[in-house]
């Protein structure tokens, strides 16, 4: 996402007519040449127009157009392989996931033993209370506070897990390391080119507690939601202060060299190294949490602007890089959460977004 510099694939034509189609030509290098080889007819067959036509995405079956920005859910890239637009696609309709307790626990491995599990517990209390006060004067991070009401933070967790579910994405809290991608060891904060911080003792503790209070079912107060223009988007459950921690970034831990030509639309920097063959992004579209359902704000404009809530940072945690979201300002209920995908990078295409 932000600063992952990946590269955009467009498909600028549609697939060749089949040969029983065309009309019969005596000279084949004029049928290389010919009309079906001539694009600047298409257009978007949701706004009419046949402008921006680097941003037209034609459709692998009825071979129609559509802009990027047009569909809805908006597309930031080309998907990797073969689209099919909505009357083409065979996509099931959405399917919640059972508000069953045992099935939410399964889902995310929640601790079944500890009797503290949907209960918080008088020492978090205390602990969260104590870092409150710390914040106030030193402005350290604050861990997210779980909803009370048991029913609500399996509905919480259940939208969660039907958006994952829908996209085929597993659930994993927690970076992953997968064979024929970057191994644990080429995640080096040491090899940073000078745009990450280090997390304070007192932060890292914290993000621990977060943790800890995510394995035994003391959910943050978020709410997964299908919105039919941004797509699964997530929105505050309860008020959220200030520098609270929402979630890391987890996912899929790849070279960025890998990704390069990539459509994923998810993609986030994760090591920024002086040399680009060490720089590695998190890829969350096989494994992930949360984070990836967060949307983006649209940085081209003042409105957009105006929406941003979270800010994304990149940290030093004993020795690895990991990227935390976090609140830049007290969030309301039911506010959705943005971020600007950027950062102080401006390669990643906003000017469409909602």
Sequence with gaps: MAAAKSLKRRRSRAPRPEMSSMPP????????????????????????????????LLCDKCDRGFHLFCLKPILVAVPKGSWFCHSCSEQKKLRRFPLIQTKIIDFFRIQRSSELAFKPSKDNKQKKRKCLVMSKKKRRLLPFNPSEDLERRLQQMASLATALTTTGTEFCNDLTYMLAMAPRSANRAALENGGMQVLSREDTETLKMCKTMMGRGEWPPLMVVFDPKEGFTVEADRFIKDFTIITEYTGDVDYLSNREHDGGDSMMTLLSASDPSK??????????????FINGINNHTPEGKKKQNLKCVRYNVDGECRVLLIANRDIPKGERLYYDYNGLEHEYPTHHFV
Excluded: F, Q, T
């Excluded at 720089?279 to 990836?292: F, Q, T």
């Design 25 to 56: 030509r005596h000279n084949h290098e004029e049928y290389e040449e010919s009309e079906w080889d001539d694009y600047s007819d298409v257009y978007c067959e949701e706004c009419g127009s046949g402008d921006a036509a680097d941003e037209l």
């Design 279 to 292: 720089s590695l992004v998190i890829c969350p579209d096989k494994h992930g949490n949360i984070a990836r």
